[in-house]
């Protein structure tokens, strides 16, 4: 009876733990898609003002090539960002609606786990077990380390979905390399020099990039890194911005693609550092899991 009333409690306190994720989860992604939508609105209007300015440039002043230029890199900028946004806030507002879906299975989970710590009280309180407490403590600490082992898992799977994401787009660009004149966007307003396919393929990989990164910041909030470990979150929730800020002035100025490369080095090499963290802290759950698991069979094989 103890044996089954220790892994009730295990499962319920593993559902209320699950419950809660999901809430952070659900809360978190709800003030991104809030953000996401403000910036929407805020760069739909940006991009608005900045077409019909290049088009009145290109209308009327087509003798001032230079002025030109400029407002077609402002709205090259104002168009990539704008596309990504919107990419952003679709991913969002799925996420949204299946942790909502889930939320649903957990409803009463706070009562049972109540419930049960009862049980586990008073079954505590009727004798004095030395061997009972100490089995009562490790497997808690067996729960909490598969918990730590579980949301390590999802992160590394994350980080990992992450790098090979990088990797098309560093192949992507690595092909593109080299081509002195290619349409970031393709056709109209834009269309100044020969489309290269490369180009769309590494803009297409961004996006995924982008969306990737998001799963894994997320990810990385519910597990324990090094204190010494310096998450650059920053440079991630940043990174289409500086990707396709690196391809226009790399159009523009240069018809190369350095700077997007270096970007794609820098957060690529930052992703594998986070990995080995996680693969190092994996590790070590597992090896107390292992350990706290062995002494839960001792105290039961000597009680028999």
Same mark, same amino acid.
Request: glycine share 4%.
């Given at each position: 009876?103890?044996?089954?009333?220790?892994?009730?409690?295990?499962?319920?306190?593993?559902?209320?733990?699950?419950?809660?994720?999901?809430?952070?989860?659900?809360?978190?992604?709800?003030?991104?898609?809030?953000?996401?939508?403000?910036?929407? $609105? +805020?760069?739909?209007?940006? %991009?608005?003002?900045? !077409? =019909?300015?290049? *088009?009145? @440039? #290109?209308?009327? &002043?087509?003798?001032?090539?230079?002025?030109?230029?400029?407002?077609?890199?402002?709205?090259?900028?104002?168009?990539?960002?704008?596309?990504?946004?919107?990419?952003?806030?679709?991913?969002?507002?799925?996420?949204?609606?299946?942790?909502?879906?889930?939320?649903?299975?957990?409803?009463?989970?706070?009562?049972?786990?109540?419930?049960?710590?009862?049980?586990?009280?008073?079954?505590?309180?009727?004798?004095?077990?030395?061997?009972?407490?100490?089995?009562?403590?490790?497997?808690?600490?067996?729960?909490?380390?598969?918990?730590?082992? $579980? +949301?390590?898992?999802?992160? %590394?799977?994350?980080? !990992? =979905?992450?790098? *090979?994401? @990088? #990797?098309?787009? &560093?192949?992507?660009?690595?092909?593109?390399?080299?081509?002195?004149?290619?349409?970031?966007?393709?056709?109209?307003?834009?269309?100044?020099?020969?489309?290269?396919?490369?180009?769309?393929?590494?803009?297409?990989?961004?996006?995924?990039?982008?969306?990737?990164?998001?799963?894994?910041?997320?990810?990385?909030?519910?597990?324990?890194?090094?204190?010494?470990?310096?998450?650059?979150?920053?440079?991630?929730?940043?990174?289409?911005?500086?990707?396709?800020?690196?391809?226009?002035?790399?159009?523009?100025?240069?018809?190369?693609?350095?700077?997007?490369?270096?970007?794609?080095?820098?957060?690529?090499?930052?992703?594998?550092?986070? @990995?080995?963290?996680?693969?190092?802290?994996?590790?070590?759950?597992?090896?107390?899991?292992?350990?706290?698991?062995?002494?839960?069979?001792?105290?039961?094989?000597?009680?028999?």
């Amino acid at each position: 009876m103890f044996e089954e009333l220790n892994k009730n409690i295990a499962n319920a306190k593993e559902k209320l733990t699950r419950k809660e994720e999901l809430k952070n989860l659900l809360q978190r992604t709800k003030e991104n898609l809030n953000t996401q939508m403000t910036k929407e $609105k +805020e760069l739909h209007k940006i %991009l608005q003002n900045e !077409e =019909k300015d290049a *088009e009145r @440039l #290109e209308s009327f &002043l087509k003798d001032i090539e230079q002025q030109l230029e400029k407002k077609r890199q402002e709205y090259l900028r104002a168009k990539l960002r704008y596309d990504e946004c919107c990419s952003l806030i679709d991913t969002l507002e799925k996420e949204t609606i299946s942790y909502n879906e889930e939320l649903n299975d957990y409803v009463n989970i706070e009562l049972e786990y109540k419930e049960l710590m009862k049980k586990k009280k008073r079954l505590i309180l009727q004798g004095d077990d030395l061997d009972a407490k100490e089995l009562i403590k490790l497997t808690e600490k067996v729960q909490d380390l598969k918990s730590n082992i $579980k +949301e390590t898992k999802e992160a %590394l799977n994350a980080g !990992e =979905k992450v790098r *090979e994401a @990088l #990797e098309r787009v &560093l192949s992507s660009l690595k092909s593109a390399k080299g081509w002195e004149q290619w349409d970031i966007l393709g056709g109209g307003f834009v269309a100044t020099a020969a489309k290269h396919s490369k180009i769309d393929d590494a803009k297409s990989h961004v996006h995924e990039v982008q969306r990737l990164l998001g799963i894994f910041i997320r990810e990385l909030s519910d597990v324990k890194l090094s204190s010494d470990m310096d998450i650059n979150i920053g440079s991630f929730e940043k990174f289409a911005d500086y990707f396709f800020d690196g391809l226009i002035f790399d159009w523009v100025v240069q018809s190369k693609i350095n700077d997007s490369l270096d970007n794609i080095y820098d957060t690529s090499n930052n992703v594998k550092r986070l @990995l080995s963290t996680l693969e190092r802290n994996l590790d070590g759950f597992e090896g107390e899991l292992r350990t706290a698991e062995d002494e839960i069979k001792r105290i039961v094989e000597e009680k028999c």
